[in-house]
């Protein structure tokens, strides 16, 4: 049997994160070990995981068999329960596999880390001006801003103002299909680059009416964005997907999904949660194969414990350790 262990943590972030759902300043989240590799799971709150759900998931979990041989050991993994577990289980497997390899994982999945795309960085709701303020003093080119309230034109113009950056629009499903038809073509004045899930996870319709208006803005979806079969559903209703661990699983379900995004002529974002440097510098090692990363979970978190990924900018600097190539303290 392998050894596997788990510890929760509580992250306190920078700022109070207030999106479309809620607002948080603290996550809870739970540390994984399988041998000497660390997972991170992060309970996506709308699939409604919980710390106490993830943990007795994990507590299901049997691992036996040689951590070279990974497939067989994810088919171990029980299909059904916590999502965010799973992918904990799989950057763990993954983690182990790299470092008994002496690899790190961009590596032993061929992948150039020089193509990975440069990160978004988000700004929460707040004060259209704070939100300018936090926008101009990160100095990052690529700004992603959560809409979906009751202030999404003047909380744009504000950043806009405030920065030449490249701008991204997320309202996390928070509008409806009139309000979305109304306001994508005024937020477009200001020159986004994206609108992410403009619409609740499930419209599809919606997407694919809204598409088909014809905004000069590409829609991707993220919280509809689960499965493979999620994918196909949205083949054709919006222009890309994100996909983050968390929601598929792992990094080996994460893989196949960004293959099959692309195979429908789809445009692929890697996301991540508010997570630690495990977690997200397990999604940056898959950076590589997409279009667009939103990489920027440590940059939110006041106490990460870990270190991975570093960021030049907004440019993401893998690892070479083995593995994940995660350390923990300074
Ligand atoms: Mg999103």
Partial sequence: ?????????????????????????????????????????????YHGETPE??????QTVRLAGDPLHLVDLLAQLPQEGSRAGRAAV????????????????????GLNPDNAPSTSFTIAMDEPEAMAERAAASGMPIIKIKVGGENDEAMVRAI?????ARLQVDANGGWSREQAAAIIPRLARYDLQIVEQPLPAGDIEGLRWLRKLN??????ADEAIKTPGDILAHAGAVDGVVIKLAKSGGIRPAVEMIALTRALGM???????????VAVTAAAHLAPLCDYADLDGPLLIANDPFRGVRYDRARLVLPDRPGLGVTEGE
């Fill in 215 to 220: 905004f000069g803005v590409p829609i991707f």
């Fill in 53 to 58: 759900r993830i943990i007795a998931w994990l």
């Fill in 90 to 109: 799989d950057m763990a497997l993954h983690d182990l596999w790299g470092k008994r390899l002496g690899q790190p994982l961009y590596r032993l999945l």
């Fill in 267 to 277: 445009q692929v974002m890697i996301g991540c949660m508010v997570e630690t440097a």
């Fill in 160 to 164: 806009r103002r405030a920065t030449d």
């Fill in 1 to 45: 049997m392998l050894t596997l262990t788990w510890e929760p943590i509580t992250l306190q972030l920078k700022n109070v994160f207030r999106i479309a759902h809620g607002a948080s300043a603290q996550r809870h989240n739970v540390i994984v070990r399988v041998e000497e590799g660390v997972g991170e799971a992060a309970g996506v709150a």
